[in-house]
C-alpha cells in the first residue's frame, strides 16, 4: 500500500518532467530557428557598399577623362577591366569554400575592394589604376556566397529582397554622393575614395566578426557532407556545358547580354552626357544615373504586383516599346529636368527585364540543369556589361556622344525580339 504512493508519485514526477520537456523544447525550438542577424545586417551593409563602388566609375568618369588626359576610346577601358575579377572569382569560388569555408571568401572580397579604394585615393597611374579595377571583380566571391547562404534559409525570398534593396540603394546612393562631393565642393576625383574607403574598412570587420564561425568544417556540415575528403572526389553536378544543347540558354544569355550592356552604358555613359550634351553639371548628371537606378529598383520590386494583373510575357514586350518612345524623347528634350525625369522612367521600364529573363529560364530549362544554365546566363551578362560600354567608348570618340541615345535605342529593339522568341519557346 506504501508503494502506490510512491509509484504514483513518481509517475506524476514523471509526467511533470515530460510536460516541462515538452514546454523547454517548445521554447528552445524558435531560437534553434532564430535568424543570424548579425550575418544579415552584415550582408546587407556589405551589398550597399557593393552598390556604392560598382556605380562610382560612371559618376567619376568625366573626371578621369580630364584627369589622365584621355579620350572617350581609352577611358572605355575601365569597363572591361572588373569583369575580369569577376570571372577569375567564379572560377575559384568553389574550390576556395570547399578549402577555406565561407569566412575567407566574404572576407576576401572587401579586402579587394579596399585595395582598389586606397590605389584610387592615390591617384596612380592610368596603367595602376586600370589593374586595382580587376580586385573589384572579386566582389564576386562574397555575392555568391552570400545568396547560396541566404537560399537556405526559412525568409529566404525577404533576406533576398533585403539584399537587392540595399545593393540598389548603394548604386542610386554612389553617383550623387560623389559628384556632391567632387563637383558641388569643388574636389578632384579621388577626394571621394577616401570616404569609399572609409565605407569598405568599416565592412571589413563586420564580415569578420559576423562569418568567423563560417568555417571549412561548418560549410561541409552546412552542405550535408560527411568529411572534406568527400568534396575531393569527382563533382558530379552538371557543368555549364550541359546546358549548350537547349535553345533557351543562347537566347537568354544573348537577351542578358544586350540588357546588361543596356544598363551599364546608361550608367556609364549618362553623366557624361549630361555634361555635353544638356550642359548640365556632374551634380545634375550624377541625380540622373541615381534617379535611373531608383527606377530599376522601384520596377524590380513591383514586378510581383504587376503580375498579378498583367502577363510577365506582355508586361515585359509593353515596357520595352515604352522604353523606346521615352529614349525617343530623351533624344528631343532640351530641357534638363525633363531628361532626369525620362532617365528615371527608363530605369523603372528596364526594372522587371532581368527578373523575367530569368523566370522564363526556369520555365524552359530541365531543373537539372538550370543552375547551370542561369550561371553561364548570368556570365554572359557580365560580358556584357563591360563590351557594351567599351563599344560605346569606340562610337563615342569617332560620332560624338551624342549617339548615345541611338545606341541605347538599338540595344533595346535587339531586345524585343530576343523577348518574343522567349515566348515562342515557352
Excluded at 577601358?77 to 572560377?91: D, E, K, R, S, T
Excluded at 580587376?134 to 525570398?157: E, H, I, Q, R
Aim: hydrophobic fraction near 50%; charged fraction near 10%.
Amino acid at each position: 500500500m506504501e508503494s502506490e504512493p510512491l509509484i504514483a508519485g513518481r509517475g506524476r514526477d514523471e509526467h511533470l518532467g515530460t510536460e516541462e520537456a515538452l514546454l523547454s523544447s517548445e521554447i528552445s525550438e524558435p531560437a534553434k530557428e532564430a535568424l543570424p542577424l548579425a550575418e544579415i545586417a552584415s550582408g546587407v551593409y556589405a551589398l550597399f557598399v557593393a552598390g556604392l563602388v560598382a556605380s562610382t566609375l560612371g559618376a567619376i568618369l568625366p573626371q578621369l577623362e580630364e584627369y589622365y588626359q584621355l579620350s572617350d576610346k581609352a577611358i572605355s577601358i575601365i569597363f572591361l577591366c572588373p569583369p575580369v575579377g569577376f570571372f577569375l572569382a567564379a572560377y575559384f569560388s568553389r574550390s576556395l569554400h570547399l578549402k577555406c569555408g565561407r569566412r575567407v571568401a566574404v572576407i576576401i572580397a572587401p579586402v579587394c575592394q579596399l585595395t582598389y579604394a586606397l590605389t584610387a585615393s592615390q591617384a596612380p597611374p592610368f596603367p595602376v589604376l586600370l589593374a586595382s579595377l580587376v580586385a573589384v571583380g572579386f566582389f564576386g566571391l562574397m555575392d555568391g556566397s552570400l545568396y547560396a547562404w541566404v537560399g537556405g534559409m526559412k525568409p529566404a525570398k525577404t533576406v533576398i529582397g533585403l539584399l537587392h534593396g540595399a545593393f540598389s540603394i548603394g548604386a542610386a546612393s554612389g553617383p550623387f554622393l560623389a559628384n556632391a562631393i567632387t563637383s558641388a565642393a569643388h574636389k578632384p576625383w579621388y577626394t571621394w575614395y577616401y570616404v569609399l574607403t572609409a565605407f569598405v574598412f568599416l565592412e571589413l570587420p563586420c564580415l569578420a566578426y559576423s562569418f568567423w564561425q563560417h568555417d571549412v568544417e561548418s560549410f561541409h556540415v552546412e552542405n550535408g557532407r560527411k568529411s572534406i575528403r568527400d568534396e575531393e572526389e569527382p563533382d558530379e553536378e552538371p557543368s555549364p556545358q550541359s546546358s549548350f544543347s537547349y535553345t533557351a540558354t543562347w537566347i537568354g544569355s544573348a537577351y542578358v547580354f544586350a540588357f546588361m550592356g543596356v544598363e551599364f552604358t546608361v550608367t556609364g555613359w549618362g553623366i557624361a552626357y549630361m555634361n555635353r550634351v544638356n550642359e548640365g553639371s556632374n551634380l545634375l548628371g550624377g541625380a540622373c544615373v541615381s534617379l535611373f537606378h531608383l527606377g530599376l529598383a522601384a520596377g524590380k520590386l513591383s514586378l510581383g504586383v504587376m503580375t498579378r494583373y498583367v502577363p510577365v510575357q506582355l508586361l515585359v514586350t509593353s515596357f520595352l516599346c515604352l522604353a523606346l518612345l521615352s529614349q525617343v524623347a530623351f533624344a528631343v528634350s532640351t530641357i534638363p529636368a525633363v531628361s532626369v525625369a525620362l532617365m528615371a522612367l527608363l530605369g523603372f521600364l528596364l526594372g522587371p527585364l532581368y527578373p523575367s529573363g530569368i523566370i522564363m529560364m526556369t520555365q524552359l530549362l530541365p531543373r537539372e540543369v538550370q543552375v547551370a544554365g542561369i550561371s553561364f546566363v548570368n556570365s554572359m551578362g557580365q560580358i556584357g556589361a563591360a563590351f557594351m560600354p567599351f563599344v560605346f567608348g569606340l562610337i563615342s570618340n569617332r560620332f560624338g556622344i551624342e549617339m548615345l541615345v541611338y545606341y541605347i535605342c538599338l540595344q533595346l529593339a535587339l531586345i524585343i525580339p530576343l523577348w518574343l522568341w522567349f515566348f515562342r519557346l515557352h
